[in-house]
């Protein structure tokens, strides 16, 4: 995926060390903080839109977290890992969560987070870490983990990951997936019709590069096109994500393969043809009460 916008675009040997992981982690802080400009220009809408009561989830993330009862009715505490600018964060509070904390790894992102909580009186917690270091005062607080819309890629190791969601939910609490799916990431973006990208595969697929589709956060001023920082992601398989929760000691209650689209991942690609593929998965999974 995204092999188009980029000439830097590069296959990647899997991370399997700690110290892989952690170097593409910091690697993508940086491409984040540049990313994070998008989200710093929309705070002015993303105000307009918290104020207004209003929430950002996608139509399959309420439908899942609904099977659970209105979020008022269970949710006292939210944690949102990879919480970008805070927007959706602050919908779980518009949506009934009784409290949200967000935690991402950008300190920009984490910079406008705490803005549009300034800007709205919305109150929420923000902490800036690597998921994979969620500071333990935060175990066994959450009745929801959520996370999703272009998160899990981000992330080079998803037992660790799982391991972390685990430690953060209450015995009884869920952790709320939906992500692109990862059929997506085997096809080309610039074609109208469904055709494999050169090199890639569903399995322990890896990629980088450089810089940021126009259709999310586009040419970022001062930062010439090649200049931006390496960024690494990783194709995770629904399978992988699923089995490192139950690793984790999760049980799953939801798993779901889905033609919506959070954002436009193949432009190019017909209705038609969009039709033909999952174009995002969910799964919801429940930490045992003992
Ligand atoms: C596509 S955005 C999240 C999607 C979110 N739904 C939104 O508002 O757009 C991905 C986020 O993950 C964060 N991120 C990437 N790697 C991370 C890591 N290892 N730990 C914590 N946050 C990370 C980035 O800083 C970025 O804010």
Same mark, same amino acid.
């Given at each position: 995926m995204d092999q188009m916008h980029d000439d830097g675009f590069r296959i990647e040997p899997v991370a399997t060390t700690a110290d892989d992981v952690a170097r593409r982690h910091d690697a993508n802080r940086a491409a984040w903080n540049e990313g994070a400009i998008a989200y710093? $220009?929309?705070? #002015? $809408?993303?105000?307009? %839109?918290?104020?207004?009561?209003?929430?950002?989830?996608?139509p399959v993330e309420r439908r899942n977290l609904e099977r659970h009862g209105p979020l008022a009715s269970w949710c006292r505490r939210a944690i949102h890992l990879q919480c970008a600018g805070g927007r959706d964060t602050l919908s779980l509070r518009n949506e009934g969560a009784h409290e949200v904390i967000g935690v991402d790894i950008s300190d920009r992102m984490i910079d406008a987070a705490r803005e549009l909580s300034r800007l709205?009186?919305?109150? $929420?917690?923000? /902490?800036?870490? #690597?998921?994979?270091?969620?500071p333990g005062e935060l175990d066994g607080s959450a009745d929801l983990v959520y996370t999703g819309r272009g998160a899990l890629c981000w992330i080079q190791d998803i037992a660790g990951w799982a391991s972390v969601v685990a430690r953060l939910l209450k015995p009884g609490g869920v952790v709320s997936v939906y992500d692109g799916h990862p059929i997506q990431w085997l096809l080309r973006d610039d074609t109208p019709t469904l055709e494999f990208g050169a090199g890639a595969s /569903? %399995?322990? /697929?890896?990629?980088?590069?450089?810089?940021?589709?126009?259709? /999310?956060?586009? =040419?970022?001023?001062?930062?010439?096109?090649?200049?931006?920082? =390496?960024k690494y992601e990783r194709n995770w398989t629904v399978a992988e994500v699923v089995q490192a929760l139950i690793d984790a000691g999760l049980c799953v209650e939801i798993l779901g393969e889905h033609?919506?689209? %959070?954002?436009?991942?193949?432009?190019?690609?017909?209705?038609?043809? =969009?039709? =033909?593929?999952p174009n995002t998965f969910s799964v919801c999974a429940r930490k045992p009460l003992r």
């Amino acid at each position: 995926m995204d092999q188009m916008h980029d000439d830097g675009f590069r296959i990647e040997p899997v991370a399997t060390t700690a110290d892989d992981v952690a170097r593409r982690h910091d690697a993508n802080r940086a491409a984040w903080n540049e990313g994070a400009i998008a989200y710093h $220009a929309e705070l #002015d $809408a993303a105000r307009e %839109f918290i104020a207004a009561g209003r929430s950002n989830l996608h139509p399959v993330e309420r439908r899942n977290l609904e099977r659970h009862g209105p979020l008022a009715s269970w949710c006292r505490r939210a944690i949102h890992l990879q919480c970008a600018g805070g927007r959706d964060t602050l919908s779980l509070r518009n949506e009934g969560a009784h409290e949200v904390i967000g935690v991402d790894i950008s300190d920009r992102m984490i910079d406008a987070a705490r803005e549009l909580s300034r800007l709205t009186g919305v109150d $929420a917690t923000w /902490y800036c870490c #690597d998921v994979l270091n969620t500071p333990g005062e935060l175990d066994g607080s959450a009745d929801l983990v959520y996370t999703g819309r272009g998160a899990l890629c981000w992330i080079q190791d998803i037992a660790g990951w799982a391991s972390v969601v685990a430690r953060l939910l209450k015995p009884g609490g869920v952790v709320s997936v939906y992500d692109g799916h990862p059929i997506q990431w085997l096809l080309r973006d610039d074609t109208p019709t469904l055709e494999f990208g050169a090199g890639a595969s /569903y %399995f322990s /697929y890896a990629v980088s590069d450089k810089g940021w589709p126009e259709e /999310y956060i586009g =040419r970022i001023d001062g930062i010439d096109a090649g200049d931006e920082s =390496r960024k690494y992601e990783r194709n995770w398989t629904v399978a992988e994500v699923v089995q490192a929760l139950i690793d984790a000691g999760l049980c799953v209650e939801i798993l779901g393969e889905h033609p919506e689209d %959070f954002w436009d991942a193949l432009p190019h690609l017909s209705p038609a043809e =969009r039709e =033909r593929i999952p174009n995002t998965f969910s799964v919801c999974a429940r930490k045992p009460l003992r």
